[in-house]
């Protein structure tokens, strides 16, 4: 067979090896490999029924055991000095896992239990081995890799996908598609998901990485991003989370915790992300990073997000200083309840404590007109009678 790294075959093919005498020991010595008993049933044919080895929680249970073996160490020590294994390196198998630790439950585990699964327990096959690292090896030397990161979503239904632009989308999730890829998610995932419907959707990220690519793209940064348009764009009371779910080439790689601010619900009710908020929330996504460049407006989402989580006295507070920043130009609360009136449209001016639809409704608009600080200029035009009221994101749309 005609491998690319003759070293990685030999030493990843002595790490299965060794794993299956170790694992076969135990079976020999009476500890039982547990089964599923599975029902096949087709139309209009006869059900059949299958004794099916669930290898992958046998070998899991073990997996600490199997990393300390002298054959898995010369595996990873391989793997470390191959550049193109180097993303993998940085998976995230844990807490705080090392390199080794992250390489064995990236590339040696599930190389294991490929084999395993293909060869129903541990009785070695050496065609299945081949071609399960062959699989592998065209993963770790092909021209580039395709990454993901799935989270749940909860407070949001959607009739169909939506995209949010930059690789970003909310759809549906398919039945077992976490559990599937990640035994472990069942524990992981949010009350009650998949089963209402607010419950039913995913936020996935995707991007192609290039061959060399080290380290994996910032998900749980984006992913919080992502939420935050979201609500900008539908006051919907939506979380992300709790944790994200990553793959690397269609395979297992990580689960990382999603930022807490994107992973706590606010208080509410659920909303429906349709074409136009979705549209609105890509827009809105696209302009976030206005506030990187702009500290009064960052401040002013942070702060208007950070309200949705608090009670009143400190809610109200959040607010002010929300709108204050965003609009006040130096000028205090009070410049800014009057620019906003006119920004949105209010016959009168703002009461002191504004409510949170009215500074959302204030931040879409100022990260829709792209130029915050021009903005509170022409505002001031307004109201001093020199220029007319700057047409709004929302007017321009009922328009």
Same mark, same amino acid.
Not at 259 to 278: H, K, N, S
Not at 322 to 339: F, I, N, P
């Given at each position: ?24 020991? =135990? ?57 193109? /294994? ?36 541990? *009785? ?33 239904? /959607? ?36 089963? =209402?419907? *607010? ?19 910032? @998900? ?8 935050? /348009? ?50 609105? @929330? ?33 809610? *109200? ?34 009461? *002191? ?12 608009? @100022? ?33």
């Amino acid at each position: 067979m005609a491998v690319r790294a003759p070293h990685l075959y030999r030493s990843l093919r002595c790490f299965c090896l060794g794993a299956f005498r170790v694992l076969s020991a =135990e079976l020999d010595e009476g500890v039982e490999l547990p089964f599923a008993f599975e029902e096949h049933a087709g139309r209009d044919k006869p059900t059949f029924y299958e004794y099916r080895p669930l290898v992958r929680d046998f070998v899991e249970a073990r997996g600490h055991r199997l990393l300390t073996r002298p054959d898995a160490r010369l595996a990873l020590e391989d793997l470390r000095a191959e550049p193109a /294994a180097a993303i993998f390196a940085r998976a995230h198998a844990g807490p705080k896992p090392s390199e080794d630790q992250a390489l064995f439950r990236s590339v040696l585990l599930p190389l294991l239990l490929r084999t395993a699964d293909a060869c129903g327990g541990f *009785d070695w096959d050496d065609a299945v081995f081949d071609r399960s690292y062959l699989e592998l090896e065209e993963s770790l030397f092909r021209g580039s890799r395709a990454y993901a990161a799935v989270a749940p979503l909860v407070g949001l239904s /959607a009739g169909q996908e939506i995209s949010l632009g930059e690789g970003l989308r909310v759809r549906h999730a398919a039945s077992g598609e976490l559990a599937r890829h990640w035994p472990e998610a069942q524990g992981l995932l949010p009350q009650r998901f998949g089963r =209402e419907p *607010d419950r039913l959707c995913v936020l996935e990220l995707e991007r192609e990485l290039p061959a060399g690519a080290h380290e994996p793209p910032d @998900a749980p940064g984006e992913i919080a991003d992502a939420v935050t /348009a979201i609500r900008l764009a539908t006051a919907g009371t939506i979380a992300a989370g709790p944790v994200l779910f990553e793959r690397l080439d269609w395979r297992p790689y990580g689960i990382r915790p999603v930022l807490p601010i994107a992973a706590t619900a606010p208080v509410g009710e659920e909303t429906r992300l349709d074409q136009f908020r979705g549209r609105l @929330a890509a827009d809105l996504l696209a302009r976030l990073p206005l506030a990187d460049e702009d500290p009064e407006l960052g401040e002013a989402i942070d702060r208007w997000e950070l309200s949705l989580f608090q009670d009143s006295p400190f809610r *109200d507070e959040q607010l002010r200083e929300s709108l204050t920043a965003l609009l006040g130009g130096g000028d205090g609360v009070w410049a800014a309840l009057m620019r906003a009136a006119v920004l949105l449209g209010e016959e009168r001016r703002l009461a *002191d404590d504004p409510p949170s639809d009215l500074v959302r409704r204030a931040i879409v608009e @100022a990260l829709m007109h792209d130029d915050r600080l021009r903005l509170v200029e022409r505002l001031d035009e307004t109201l001093l009678g020199t220029a007319p009221r700057p047409t709004g994101y929302y007017a321009r749309k009922a328009s």
